[in-house]
């Protein structure tokens, strides 16, 4: 018996092989192939903080998509007019904010000039351009035939193939995953005749708030400096642009030389001779001389830390389903695996376009780290999770609390579109949006479920506590809500309790109504109770006291605001479902039974009719990325799996061919929202929620009927 018993566990333990999904084949068989350069997208390599985008050469020769980092930002120079030389002179603008005048950082029309730098300064810039010369040729994409380029989503390496000249080019690209270092492995003859080389160029930043596809300008050549400096197999390029400066450190296996600028550029070439391959190794780095690993190592390194990336965390199978929707599902799935981690796995929340191209001066969002960074805690991939998280906010600690004093709240106001400093730039919107405010508890308490232990309670109780802080003295005692009539003998007695309103002014998440009239917005009201909520029970898990203000406003928030039996975009908006502006934003009322765990007051027959409402009069065609994971993890929960999908799959909600979120009508390709928050919708079905249906049997009735959905390692969701 007792053998039986060892044998049974054995049995258990070792899954059989059949019931493991093969996550290479599903893997790779989503491998992108392109056979002639995209104009819009780049096919690329990347490791989280350092990317790199290539046309069908394998590098950027046709095309100069982006070489982008966490680290690479530069300042335009300051303006000189008297008063507005430096941020210190931007004074904002006074809101009346019940019954007081706060200042906000928003563009004073007294001092457009400063206002407007801090909007468009740091912005985020190109490194440089790496790509094929052609000797003395002159040689265009029409030039090449056989043009063939595979991403190896496996092991993060992009073999390109093409012929010219009657010869044949080979070249693999892959991205150290420990540096910001790009290795390049050639092979052709026309290497060995100086017919074959490689360049390096450079661009001077641009000022463009969306600068896509291309980052950068290439002929103001003459406010920018580089120099060269040269050692055997190595190189060292120094590119200087007004205060910054960094290095290009280029080592190389073989014969060749490398020489330059050509005259009036910054273009340099190294020429090979003598040999038919070329092994190349470019680090990128605000440090001089830097010495990096051969390109056949990083090539190693490379594919070692993808297949550890694939083989480990949560995964989803739906290729053996043989229906269309669920391959193309799975291809989304994939490919936004992929290039999240490239793009989204830094030390700063990305940039809306990751290390693609920039949008917004390539700055990052408060409001939207969750739909960037969340899905690595669900997908298991915590490490990702916390190269930012709560770096971010450690580091932004003492200036929100400097923001909140000065607007004489307490506690912490995190900014909105940030650089890697904290500074918040001006804006109407940016600076009284307020959704962003509750994200620490939505992060903190994801990690708490996976790890509950005393020290991811300490590593956010900080940032907690001044978050909760502030929420608490920003929500304002309404007095005139609330009144309980008592009908007692002759004369009423009448018990004033009073509700806390957030608002005005304020702009709710969809940025379309008026600040000074807009209050109590039903996705708002939801968070700050489940933040304060969080925080009472971050303290209780401590064992430390609950301060008494966080109750008292967690348990009188205005109620959800409901008219005609829907949940508004906030109380009292006119005209809610009639007027086309208001049905075409942001749909964030379906989050509180979605993105969020439902507070205890939702009514779900209301809940049902919101949805209904949306699914039959919102203007799909104005949303745009995460708007339909937002739609599709509230379906999700109302139990309409195939309504989920058909959001996640909607006509207006885009993947490129290699799996770029399209941005659509209102911002630039990709949108990367719309990946993170696919995958985060994703893992909800999944791995399903609290209360949820559990078990293996669940999952397929999170998705629609026939599909056959194999998943291992998803928990459930809040
Ligand atoms: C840009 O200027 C600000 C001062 O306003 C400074 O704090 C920041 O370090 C500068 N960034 C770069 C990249 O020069
Ligand atoms: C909101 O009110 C402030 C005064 O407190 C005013 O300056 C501002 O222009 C108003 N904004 C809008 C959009 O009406
Ligand atoms: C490239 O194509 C152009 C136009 O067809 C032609 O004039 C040129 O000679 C070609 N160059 C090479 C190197 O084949
Ligand atoms: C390019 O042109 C230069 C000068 O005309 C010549 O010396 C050199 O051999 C040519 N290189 C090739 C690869 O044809
Ligand atoms: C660079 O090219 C652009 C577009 O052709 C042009 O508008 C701009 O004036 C040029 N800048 C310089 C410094 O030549
Ligand atoms: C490297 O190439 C140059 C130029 O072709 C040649 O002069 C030199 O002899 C070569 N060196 C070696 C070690 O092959
Ligand atoms: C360098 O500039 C001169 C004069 O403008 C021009 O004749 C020559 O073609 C240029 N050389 C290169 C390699 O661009
Ligand atoms: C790199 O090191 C070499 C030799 O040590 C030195 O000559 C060169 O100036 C250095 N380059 C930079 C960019 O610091
Ligand atoms: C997160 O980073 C901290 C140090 O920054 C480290 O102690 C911790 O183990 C990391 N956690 C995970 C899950 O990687
Ligand atoms: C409720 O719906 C009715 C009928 O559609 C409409 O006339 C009325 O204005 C709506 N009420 C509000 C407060 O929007
Ligand atoms: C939920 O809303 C429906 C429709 O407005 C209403 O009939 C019902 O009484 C509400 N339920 C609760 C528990 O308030
Ligand atoms: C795919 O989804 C669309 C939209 O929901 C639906 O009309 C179609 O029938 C689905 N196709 C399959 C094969 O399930």
Same mark, same amino acid.
């Given at each position: 018996?007792?053998?039986?018993?060892?044998?049974?566990?054995?049995?258990?333990?070792?899954?059989?092989?059949?019931?493991?999904?093969?996550?290479?084949?599903?893997?790779?068989?989503?491998?992108?192939?392109?056979?002639?350069?995209?104009?819009?997208?780049?096919?690329?390599?990347?490791?989280?903080?350092?990317?790199?985008?290539?046309?069908?050469?394998?590098?950027?020769?046709?095309?100069?998509?982006?070489?982008?980092?966490?680290?690479?930002?530069?300042?335009?120079?300051?303006?000189?007019?008297?008063?507005?030389?430096?941020?210190?002179?931007?004074?904002?603008?006074?809101?009346?904010?019940?019954?007081?005048?706060?200042?906000?950082?928003?563009?004073?029309?007294?001092?457009?000039?400063?206002?407007?730098?801090?909007?468009?300064?740091?912005?985020?810039?190109?490194?440089?351009?790496?790509?094929?010369?052609?000797?003395? @040729?002159?040689?265009?994409?029409?030039?090449?035939?056989?043009?063939?380029?595979?991403?190896?989503? =496996?092991?993060?390496?992009?073999?390109?193939?093409?012929?010219?000249?009657?010869?044949?080019?080979?070249?693999?690209?892959?991205?150290?995953?420990?540096?910001?270092?790009?290795?390049?492995?050639?092979?052709?003859?026309?290497?060995?005749?100086?017919?074959?080389?490689?360049?390096?160029?450079?661009?001077?930043?641009?000022?463009?708030?969306?600068?896509?596809?291309?980052?950068? &300008?290439?002929?103001?050549?003459?406010?920018?400096?580089?120099?060269?400096?040269?050692?055997?197999? +190595?190189?060292? #390029?120094?590119?200087?642009?007004?205060? #910054?400066?960094?290095?290009?450190?280029?080592?190389?296996?073989?014969?060749?030389?490398?020489?330059?600028?050509?005259?009036?550029?910054?273009?340099?070439?190294?020429?090979?001779?003598?040999?038919?391959?070329?092994?190349?190794?470019?680090?990128?780095?605000?440090?001089?001389?830097?010495?990096?690993?051969?390109?056949?190592?990083?090539?190693?390194?490379?594919?070692?830390?993808?297949?550890? =990336?694939?083989?480990?965390?949560?995964?989803?199978?739906?290729?053996?389903?043989?229906?269309?929707?669920?391959?193309?599902?799975?291809?989304?799935?994939?490919?936004? +695996?992929?290039?999240?981690?490239?793009?989204?796995?830094?030390?700063?929340?990305?940039?809306?376009?990751?290390?693609?191209?920039?949008?917004?001066?390539?700055?990052?969002?408060?409001?939207?780290?969750?739909?960037?960074?969340?899905?690595?805690?669900?997908?298991?991939?915590?490490?990702?999770?916390?190269?930012?998280?709560?770096? &971010?906010?450690?580091?932004?600690?003492?200036?929100? #609390?400097?923001?909140?004093?000065?607007?004489?709240?307490?506690?912490?106001?995190?900014?909105?579109?940030?650089?890697?400093?904290?500074?918040?730039?001006?804006?109407?919107?940016?600076?009284?949006?307020?959704?962003?405010?509750?994200?620490?508890?939505?992060?903190?308490?994801?990690?708490?479920?996976?790890?509950?232990?005393?020290?991811?309670? +300490?590593?956010?109780?900080?940032?907690?506590? @001044?978050?909760? @802080?502030?929420?608490?003295?920003?929500?304002?005692?309404?007095?005139?809500?609330?009144?309980?009539? &008592?009908?007692?003998?002759? @004369?009423?007695?009448? #018990? +004033?309790?009073?509700?806390?309103?957030?608002?005005?002014?304020? =702009?709710?998440?969809?940025?379309?109504?008026?600040?000074?009239?807009?209050?109590?917005?039903?996705?708002?009201?939801?968070?700050?109770?489940?933040?304060?909520?969080?925080?009472?029970?971050?303290?209780?898990?401590?064992?430390?006291?609950?301060?008494?203000?966080?109750?008292?406003?967690?348990?009188?928030?205005?109620?959800?605001?409901?008219?005609?039996?829907?949940?508004?975009?906030?109380?009292?908006?006119?005209?809610?479902?009639?007027?086309?502006?208001?049905?075409?934003?942001?749909?964030?009322?379906?989050?509180?039974?979605?993105?969020?765990?439902?507070?205890?007051?939702?009514?779900?027959?209301?809940?049902?009719?919101?949805?209904?409402?949306?699914?039959?009069?919102?203007?799909?065609?104005?949303?745009?990325?995460?708007?339909?994971?937002?739609?599709?993890?509230?379906?999700?929960?109302?139990?309409?799996?195939?309504?989920?999908?058909?959001?996640?799959?909607?006509?207006?909600?885009?993947?490129?061919?290699?799996?770029?979120?399209?941005?659509?009508?209102?911002?630039?390709?990709?949108?990367?929202?719309?990946?993170?928050?696919?995958?985060?919708?994703?893992?909800?079905?999944?791995?399903?929620?609290?209360?949820?249906?559990?078990?293996?049997?669940? &999952?397929?009735?999170?998705?629609?009927?026939?599909?056959?959905?194999?998943?291992?390692?998803?928990?459930?969701?809040?």
């Amino acid at each position: 018996m007792r053998r039986w018993a060892i044998i049974l566990t054995v049995a258990i333990w070792v899954t059989p092989a059949y019931s493991k999904i093969d996550r290479k084949e599903v893997v790779q068989s989503f491998n992108p192939v392109r056979h002639e350069s995209s104009n819009s997208s780049p096919v690329q390599v990347g490791n989280g903080n350092f990317a790199f985008g290539v046309d069908v050469t394998g590098l950027q020769t046709f095309m100069p998509f982006g070489t982008l980092s966490s680290w690479g930002w530069h300042n335009f120079s300051l303006p000189i007019a008297p008063g507005q030389t430096s941020p210190a002179d931007f004074t904002g603008l006074d809101w009346w904010t019940h019954g007081r005048l706060v200042n906000y950082d928003q563009p004073n029309p007294a001092e457009p000039l400063i206002s407007n730098w801090m909007v468009q300064n740091p912005q985020r810039i190109n490194l440089g351009r790496i790509g094929f010369s052609f000797g003395n @040729e002159t040689v265009t994409e029409t030039n090449l035939s056989d043009k063939s380029q595979t991403l190896d989503l =496996y092991s993060g390496t992009i073999v390109s193939r093409f012929e010219v000249s009657g010869s044949q080019v080979k070249v693999k690209t892959s991205v150290d995953p420990g540096s910001d270092s790009v290795a390049i492995q050639v092979e052709s003859d026309l290497l060995r005749g100086g017919q074959l080389g490689v360049f390096f160029d450079y661009p001077y930043p641009d000022v463009n708030k969306f600068d896509a596809p291309f980052v950068g &300008v290439w002929n103001a050549t003459s406010q920018h400096t580089t120099s060269l400096q040269k050692s055997p197999n +190595q190189a060292h #390029i120094t590119h200087t642009i007004d205060t #910054i400066t960094y290095y290009t450190a280029i080592q190389w296996s073989g014969n060749a030389s490398i020489n330059g600028p050509l005259n009036s550029t910054h273009r340099y070439v190294l020429q090979p001779r003598g040999d038919s391959s070329l092994d190349l190794t470019i680090n990128f780095s605000p440090k001089s001389n830097q010495t990096r690993d051969d390109a056949s190592l990083i090539a190693k390194s490379s594919a070692d830390w993808w297949q550890d =990336y694939w083989e480990t965390g949560a995964f989803i199978d739906l290729t053996r389903s043989q229906n269309k929707n669920a391959t193309e599902l799975q291809r989304r799935i994939i490919l936004s +695996q992929y290039l999240l981690a490239v793009n989204e796995a830094g030390q700063d929340p990305p940039q809306e376009s990751g290390l693609v191209n920039n949008g917004w001066y390539g700055k990052f969002h408060l409001e939207m780290v969750v739909w960037h960074l969340m899905h690595w805690g669900r997908w298991g991939k915590w490490a990702l999770l916390n190269r930012s998280m709560p770096g &971010v906010y450690e580091r932004f600690l003492p200036t929100s #609390i400097q923001r909140a004093q000065d607007q004489g709240y307490a506690g912490a106001r995190w900014g909105k579109m940030s650089d890697p400093r904290g500074r918040s730039a001006p804006g109407e919107i940016n600076s009284l949006l307020i959704w962003q405010q509750p994200h620490p508890f939505y992060l903190a308490e994801n990690e708490y479920r996976a790890f509950p232990n005393q020290k991811t309670l +300490q590593k956010w109780d900080e940032i907690l506590t @001044e978050t909760a @802080e502030f929420m608490v003295s920003f929500a304002w005692y309404n007095t005139s809500t609330g009144i309980i009539h &008592v009908p007692l003998a002759m @004369e009423p007695i009448i #018990i +004033q309790t009073g509700f806390y309103d957030l608002g005005p002014p304020m =702009y709710p998440v969809s940025e379309n109504t008026s600040p000074n009239a807009t209050f109590n917005p039903t996705f708002e009201l939801a968070y700050w109770r489940f933040g304060l909520t969080t925080a009472a029970k971050w303290k209780t898990r401590q064992h430390l006291p609950v301060p008494t203000s966080w109750l008292h406003v967690a348990h009188n928030l205005a109620p959800l605001p409901i008219i005609n039996n829907t949940y508004p975009i906030y109380q009292d908006i006119p005209n809610m479902w009639t007027d086309p502006t208001t049905v075409s934003d942001h749909p964030a009322m379906l989050g509180i039974f979605g993105l969020l765990p439902p507070s205890p007051d939702l009514n779900l027959t209301v809940m049902r009719n919101t949805a209904d409402k949306i699914a039959s009069v919102w203007d799909l065609a104005n949303l745009y990325g995460w708007d339909f994971p937002l739609l599709a993890t509230n379906a999700a929960r109302l139990g309409r799996p195939g309504k989920a999908v058909e959001y996640l799959l909607d006509a207006n909600f885009v993947f490129d061919d290699v799996g770029m979120p399209v941005g659509g009508p209102r911002v630039a390709t990709p949108y990367f929202p719309a990946a993170g928050g696919l995958l985060l919708a994703v893992a909800m079905m999944a791995g399903g929620w609290d209360g949820s249906e559990s078990g293996s049997e669940s &999952v397929g009735k999170r998705f629609p009927g026939g599909w056959r959905v194999d998943v291992e390692g998803f928990e459930a969701a809040l």
